[in-house]
């Protein structure tokens, strides 16, 4: 291995040892414990080190979403191929994305309600972004009967996504979650009935 080589490895490992610190802080206490200094110590390296790799906290936050946006597709993607039919795959889409909001909120919040410069459906959204929405059309692709599925997409996520903000700020009765998430399923695959 050149020294090069092993260098870019050293500066790779490096990286994703802030990331996966920035991940743990924010999930343990929230990302406004999420600081360069903070990360610093518990990487053990200098605030410099740190800036070496990320302009500021709002990159480093952008990354992890991005990072995030990779292990969804990755989550939707697997329970649509557990699936048999269309059906089943927009269920198993509703419960595997309310899930992955509630197993992972900080990194949710990173992903959808943190102000960042990440857009879905720009020429230049990142890999991460259109891998993720594409796996999203394909799980509701059952409903769009003749309408633009994209759009159908659209209104799926903002339906998922309300339930799953309502959910996190206790708006909504925790004991009844899977029913409402059935009620939408059910009401979504009616849509195609009523077209019939």
Known sequence: MSVQERRARELAQR????????RELAESEGWGAVTTRRLAERIEYSQPVLYKHFKDKVDIVRTVA?????????????????????????????RTYVGFAEANPMLYEAMFITPIDLAFGQSDSPPTLVESFDELCRSVSCLANGRALETVAEVVWGSLHGLV????????RLSHRDERIELLVEQLLRSIDSQA
């Open 15 to 22: 990286r994703n040892q802030i990331i996966a610190a920035a």
């Open 66 to 94: 991005l990072e995030g946006f990779g292990e969804l597709a990755q989550s939707m993607r697997e329970a649509r191929l557990a699936t048999t039919s269309p059906p089943e795959a927009l269920r198993a889409l509703a």
């Open 165 to 172: 903000v309502l959910d996190r700020g206790g708006r909504l």
